[in-house]
């Protein structure tokens, strides 16, 4: 179900100008969500839903003004054949680059995606160590899935939201060996600022200088170049 829609964006999709797409619904439940709105199933029925038909028409209108599409959630790729007929409608009658953004728990629809080139560039969230993994309802096989499927057919950035309870120097050394092929390691700062799903957590934040030492450490560890978000 696609429950949102921001014409213009700067920092969505690195490079350009975009538009941004928000499906609803996500299978994770990340105490750090930046938008519960987006995930937990009595917030999301409040939110109007959009069709395909209104979301092309919308970029229509930006044509030469917009040069790519990012699609976000939530979780987009839980959606599978909604998120595939908009994006086979963005392909034929746009023709824009797509980003999409997951937590990349669906290795068999990311898959399906880069057969039929839907889509130009993939941001796949860490959220923490792989043995971690279930304290978000996640599953990091699932997610190494993905990175194979990714690695050498479609660019990638790896994006990593630093929230202290869930990423220290320990968390980053155990995601290390799951770093390399991606074009950039993106780390964010956390700034704990909006409504969160689990408010009993004490997730902590991080500084600017905390962030530089967790960027030079990875630099000493991969190939990969690493940048600071939000700092
Ligand atoms: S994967 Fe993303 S959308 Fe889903 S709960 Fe975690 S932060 Fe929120």
Known sequence: MIKGFRGTSLVDYPGKISAVIFFGGCNFRCPFCYNIDLVLPERLKELPELDIDHILTELKR???????VVITGGEPTLHSRLLRALLERIKAELNLPVKLDTNGSQPEVINSLIKENLVDFIAIDFKTAPE???????DFNKIEQTLSLVRGQVPFEIRITAVPYFISFKELEALVPFMHGAERVAIQRFMNEYERLNPEID???YGPEDLKEFKSFLE????VPVVLRNV
């Open 132 to 138: 971690r993994y279930p304290e978000i309802r996640g």
């Open 62 to 68: 930006r044509k030469g003004f917009i040069s790519g």
């Open 203 to 205: 997730l902590g934040v």
């Open 220 to 223: 000493g560890k991969i190939d």
